[in-house]
């Protein structure tokens, strides 16, 4: 995975790909369940990027999400991300894919809704993408509550990405629409979905990891507790790589949203 130093304050450009800077265009994919009381703020930070649309695919929920998305979406903003809300089964992959298929933009990012994306997203991404092998990416990653847990924990997370060129979805991957649709899109498992994606990403060609942050929530590592959730993480990771199944490990890790 190649690493682009880039910042909104001191731009770093390869002399190589300076020529080849190309404006791909992005839609911005969201999956919400129960996601009330924080999509409100996602989406409005988000609007404000200068994506070409905002796509919330909703699974299913029962509180206020849907009713917040409408309303962010029909608020006139002048400038602002147009933003649209599909229903899709329950299920991270399902919703991601649901997504996609209805985006007709130049490059699927896909955002959780928890997250909040610098931003100089857009120009990263386009910048990237420039660059006609690289096919997909992901950004650094940083939680929105300092700690020392939070920092060892995002540390170790962007270095093992990093030197693995394998991404999770806290990381707001993108990806070239049509590269996606090659790949027969995110696998219909309910758990590991990003791991794979990324694992056949990177056999298809080259993927890159931005220097830009984007911030997620603790609220996950702090339910379990920090050290709780690495550990499980790292075994659900181990027991996926050796052969178990996905759907055996989404019953260790009941909360796979």
Not at 10 to 28: F, Q, Y
Not at 34 to 45: C, H, P, R, V
Request: hydrophobic share 40%; with cysteine.
């Amino acid at each position: 995975m190649s690493t682009l130093r880039t910042s909104s304050s001191s731009p770093w450009e390869p002399a190589h790909l300076a020529h080849r800077r190309a404006a791909v265009t992005v839609g911005v994919i969201i999956p919400t369940l129960n996601e009330a009381s924080i999509i409100e703020t996602t989406l409005q930070l988000t609007r404000q990027l200068g994506f070409e649309e905002i796509l919330v695919v909703d699974g299913g929920s029962t509180d206020r999400t849907n009713v917040v998305v409408d309303t962010v979406a029909g608020s006139p903003n002048a400038g602002s991300t147009p933003v649209r809300r599909l229903t899709a089964p329950a299920g991270r992959s399902m919703q991601l894919n649901a997504g996609a298929r209805d985006c007709r933009q130049d490059v699927l990012l896909f955002l959780h809704a928890d997250s909040h994306l610098p931003v100089d997203a857009k120009r990263l991404i386009q910048f990237a993408l420039a660059d006609p092998e690289v096919v997909g990416g992901r950004f650094d990653l940083r939680f929105d509550r300092p700690s020392m847990w939070g920092r060892i924990i995002s540390l170790f997370m962007n270095l093992r990405s990093r030197l693995s060129r394998i991404s999770t979805g806290d990381q707001a991957m993108f990806v070239r629409r049509q590269v996606f649709q090659q790949l027969g899109g995110f696998p219909g498992i309910p758990i590991m979905e990003d791991i794979e994606l990324s694992a056949r990403l990177k056999r298809t060609g080259r993927t890159v990891a931005l220097r830009g942050f984007v911030t997620t929530s603790f609220r996950r590592w702090e339910r379990r507790g920090p050290l709780r959730t690495i550990l499980l993480m790292w075994a659900l990771r181990f027991l996926y790589w050796i052969g178990i199944s996905p759907h055996r490990l989404a019953r260790l890790y009941a909360d796979v949203r």
